[in-house]
């Protein structure tokens, strides 16, 4: 029976101030703000509970120190004249302080739970010698605080430094006594000069308090509670996030509201990114409304150095720890979404959330164990990796290429998550309870596609990106391996992640090989361009690395010389397999073929390919155990060349030929760097390349780039084709 | 302005396959009521899920002014309004911004919703409770602010699944009134009901659904005729007495291969 066509009326548009999916995200967040159930969470929890703990805490410590039947503090001195020069001040500045009336005593600074006086014992210096390291007692434990003197001649003064870690609440309290008493003699100075006819004497005491870290000293890291306090921040984050996350998805279809919303012409991905926003926006307050209220209970009970580390409280601690909250947030709300989606009730979706949130908390904990240092395999664990991020940020001793893993690998596995959330949400078998399961996620689909979605294409980055940086790094540690045996390796490894990964994803999930790498045919002059460029686009590269600053150049020369020395006992033929040829084969079916494609049929071709080079740029910047930014232009200049070749040509072939030629001939100019230093060329006067070079290689990159532009873009071709 | 066109769809449970709903063909002309009568189990929610391109069809297609369900589904979302009895409203929302949120879901200008909301506050009396949050109104309120957001961004098909369901007479006759006045405004609409007495009141076209198979289509007194029998009560018994021959008539489980 043919159907009745009629002629589609226009469909009004709208013309609203803001996106969409905002305009979706706030109605979300005005739906859930207004719930009282997640009022408690947000704002009765953080009131209640941080004060009750600090309470708890407060009360524990005076357990602990009035169980002592006198307060004793262990003081250090770097010689028996600051022994001398402390015990002639102090008492003077004890009496003051004795003095003082109720108000101004209401100040002082006596530790938790005494009123008598405490005792001072002096460990330091050593009675036969005479010396002491100071430091090195206050971060072992032997002694609380360490007093340095040095006199100032110009200033009239002395200069007292007070040694101390901020992670004993004792060496803490030990500080603010002694450095109260000598505060005191100053004040009192300062009132008798102001009654002078003409003040302008100095203060007596310039005093410096340095906290000591454990990293600092020779001593392993121990437990301290700083290491909790992100694990609390976290609990209460994914208490924040877990209600939401119910409520928008299992709850909306327990409602009877899903059925009406997703009856609406608005694609299901973009209602679901809506409620991911509420979601993580609720989270992210919910740890803002916690941090603060920790915040003001350690200050008002005074246990902040205690609660955040040895650098203490700071607004940079609270941006970082908001910062990393926020990841963290954007990567749970994404997990629990994919659950959530997929319950059809609320008591359903509590049942899958309980064990996965008890599972997934084991490798937080974990993580509070003393010992454990943050590295390239703890860097890419959902959990760990911020939970160990946050105590190194708590304690000021952030590693740089694993801060950036750790903020990596949680953007990536957030993407899969939420691509794997929207698959699922609003589907007939959440909505109608069909014959649906988890497999159907995994399921091969029975028509073949034309390129990965973007989904696959995440998914491929989520398991390229730890499997890289974790196997990379065994790979680098194999010194007892020939450097021939290990760059093979490293083409194995080359292959097996960069050609083989995208290969079985591609396979798994029905992707035409043909379409879905761009691995057809190219016409001859395709070939010439690329041919050409590939050699002529080296002198740019070299000139943008010669850009970096001279430290860090000499340091990545130093690098590179190291492992070339290394490379001089390998057979050219050998270096230029491993380390030319395959790489570039298997980087430009991963980053041209798998991903731009996949990339292409989402957004706009420039998007696609500027993507996949900012993806290629950062790759290329982890260098072993280190991060080499340095790196990052140059490969991303690579990268939109090899991708603006792969969309004109249509083609991977041409950029393939493109990378093979480029990275060969850097290699071979490295096995020849002794007949170019004979042509002045790589000295210290004279590293940048002779103009006539640069000249000659714009000429020729510039005729390539003419050629290819001349090509027809296949872009209207694969589109064509994907239909 | 909707075609129904060989629609059918199986589904898979415990490794048979169901087939819900089998073949089906009908259309529905602008200004016309077209009633989808079955037992409960008939295939017409299916049916109605199929049109709308929240299902896929195993087979067949559905179109709607021109857009077909299975390729546009967007498209023919947006010229729908569908009003379920197991719809719900947002609890902490007013109708207002209910109504106003459904609005820019199906791409109202803030200007055009804004006069379609009162369009629909002095077509459903909603004046009075229209800043009242959902969960605080009652049964017959909450059924007139689900029938308004049906038709806030007046769609010229109207999807009604099963209406009444749950409604005392007050409320019937609300829907009743409702469909009257849909057909008054030149909208195709499609009433699924099992609620035969309904569906004689308020439908111009019926179609007799049983086992995913539509077995007689007509007005009433067509139906009359073909039955042999004077209300639809008496249809209903005889269909019901009849049983599926084979796949090809009817909806039935087919063991997988």
Redesign the interface.
């Given at each position: 029976?043919p159907?009745?066509?009629?002629?589609?009326?226009p469909?009004?548009?709208?013309?609203?101030h803001s996106p969409?999916w905002w305009?979706?995200a706030l109605?979300e967040l005005?739906?859930?703000l207004?719930?009282r159930r997640t009022i408690i969470t947000l704002v009765a929890m953080p009131l209640l509970i941080y004060p009750l703990l600090g309470v708890t805490l407060q009360k524990l410590l005076m357990a602990q120190l009035t169980s002592k039947s006198k307060v004793e503090y262990r003081l250090a001195f770097q010689s028996h004249d600051d022994q001398r020069l402390f015990r002639q001040y102090f008492g003077q500045g004890h009496v003051i302080v004795a003095q003082r009336t109720p108000y101004e005593a209401s100040n002082r600074t006596e530790p938790l739970g005494t009123t008598e006086d405490p005792f001072l014992e002096f460990v330091g210096p050593d009675q036969e010698t005479g010396n002491v390291d100071v430091g090195t007692m206050i971060s072992s434990g032997e002694a609380d605080i360490g007093i340095i003197f040095a006199s100032n001649a110009q200033r009239q003064s002395v200069q007292m430094e007070i040694l101390y870690r901020s992670s004993s609440p004792f060496s803490c309290d030990a500080r603010r006594f002694v450095e109260e008493r000598f505060r005191a003699i100053n004040e009192e100075f300062a009132r008798k000069e102001l009654a002078r006819v003409k003040p302008g004497r100095l203060l007596p005491f310039e005093i410096h308090a340095e906290s000591l870290t454990r990293s600092g000293k020779d001593h392993g890291p121990t437990f301290s509670l700083a290491t909790l306090v992100p694990l609390i921040l976290i609990l209460m984050t994914v208490t924040g996030a877990v209600y939401p996350a119910i409520d928008l998805t299992a709850g909306e279809r327990e409602?009877?509201?899903l059925?009406?919303?997703?009856?609406?012409?608005?694609?299901r991905h973009e209602l679901l990114f809506a409620k991911y926003i509420a979601v993580v926006s609720v989270a992210v307050l919910t740890a803002l409304a916690n941090l603060l209220s920790m915040i003001a209970t350690a200050y008002a009970s005074g246990l902040e150095g205690l609660l955040f580390g040895s650098s203490g409280l700071s607004l940079r601690l609270v941006a970082s720890t908001l910062g990393l909250l926020l990841i963290f947030a954007a990567f749970f709300s994404a997990v629990i979404l994919v659950l959530t989606s997929f319950a059809r009730s609320f008591k359903e979706a509590q049942a899958y959330l309980i064990p996965v949130m008890l599972v997934s908390l084991a490798p937080g904990v974990i993580c509070l164990l003393p010992g454990i240092e943050f590295n390239g395999w703890l860097s890419v664990i959902p959990l760990a990796n911020i939970v160990l991020l946050a105590r190194d940020v708590f304690d000021n001793r952030v590693i740089p290429i694993w801060a950036l893993a750790t903020l990596l690998s949680t953007v990536l596995y957030s993407a899969v998550a939420l691509s794997a959330a929207a698959r699922i949400f609003g589907t007939?078998a959440v909505?109608?309870g069909?014959?649906g399961s988890w497999l159907d996620l995994l399921r091969r689909p029975e028509s073949s596609r034309q390129q990965a979605s973007l989904t696959q294409a995440t998914l491929g980055l989520a398991i390229l990106f730890p499997a890289f940086l974790i196997l990379g790094g065994m790979t680098s540690r194999m010194t007892d391996v020939s450097i021939g045996y290990r760059l093979g390796i490293n083409a194995g490894l080359t292959i097996l992640l960069f050609a083989g990964l995208p290969i079985v994803l591609a396979a798994i999930s029905a992707v035409n090989f043909r379409s879905g790498f761009s691995l057809g045919g190219a016409s001859p002059l395709s070939f010439v361009a690329a041919g050409m460029l590939g050699l002529s686009l080296w002198p740019f590269a070299y000139e943008l690395v010669l850009l970096q600053t001279p430290d860090r150049l000499s340091e990545f020369v130093k690098l590179f010389e190291s492992f070339k020395t290394q490379l001089d006992a390998v057979p050219l033929a050998w270096k230029l397999i491993s380390l030319a040829l395959v790489p570039a084969i298997c980087e430009e079916l991963f980053f041209r073929g798998y991903l731009q494609t996949a990339f292409r049929a989402e957004m706009s071709t420039p998007w696609a390919v500027g993507l996949s080079s900012l993806l290629f740029g950062l790759f290329h910047v982890i260098v072993r155990d280190a991060l080499f930014f340095e790196r990052f232009a140059p490969t991303c200049f690579l990268g939109l060349i090899l991708g603006l070749v792969c969309v004109k040509t249509g083609s991977l072939w041409p950029g393939m030929l493109l990378h093979s030629l480029h990275n060969g001939l850097l290699l071979t100019i490295s096995s020849y760097t002794a007949q170019l230093k004979a042509m002045g060329i790589g000295n210290t006067e004279q590293q940048h390349l002779p103009t006539l070079w640069l000249v000659v290689a714009g000429t020729v990159a510039s005729i390539a780039g003419g050629l290819l532009v001349r090509q027809r873009s296949r872009t209207t071709e694969t589109k064509n084709l994907a239909l | 302005m909707i075609s129904v066109n060989e629609l059918t769809r199986h589904f898979r449970s415990n490794g048979r396959t169901i087939v819900a709903v089998d073949g089906l063909s009908f259309q529905v002309k602008s200004g016309e009521v077209y009633g989808l009568l079955g037992p409960n189990g008939a295939g017409k929610t299916t049916t109605l899920r199929m049109i709308l391109g929240l299902l896929a069809p195993t087979s067949g297609d559905a179109e709607v002014n021109g857009f077909r369900a299975t390729s546009q589904p967007d498209e023919v979302k947006r010229r729908i309004g569908l009003v379920s009895a197991s719809s719900g409203l947002y609890q902490w929302l007013t109708p207002r911004e209910m109504l106003m949120f459904f609005a820019d879901l199906f791409g109202v200008s803030p200007l055009r919703a804004r006069s379609r909301l009162d369009e629909m506050v002095a077509l459903f009396d909603l004046g009075e409770f229209i800043d009242q949050r959902c969960a605080t109104l009652s049964t017959g309120q909450k059924q007139r602010v689900t029938l308004a957001r049906a038709l806030m961004h007046d769609p010229p098909v109207m999807l009604l699944d099963e209406p009444t369901r749950g409604l005392d007479v007050v409320g019937t006759h609300v829907v009743f009134q409702y469909i009257d006045k849909l057909r008054s405004l030149g909208k195709a609409v499609v009433v699924s009901t099992h609620r035969l007495d309904e569906a004689s009141h308020v439908c111009d076209r019926m179609g007799l659904l049983h086992h995913g198979r539509l077995w007689h289509e007509g007005t009433f007194a067509e139906l009359q005729q073909v039955t042999g029998c004077s209300n639809l009560f008496d249809m209903f018994l005889k269909l019901l007495g009849q049983k599926p021959e084979s796949s090809a008539s009817g909806a039935e489980v087919i063991d997988a291969p």
């Open positions: 029976m159907l009745n066509v009629e002629m589609p009326e469909i009004e548009k709208s013309y609203w969409r305009r979706l109605k005005r739906e859930i207004r719930d409602r009877g509201t059925e009406a919303l997703v009856s609406s012409p608005v694609p007939d909505l109608y069909s014959d | -």
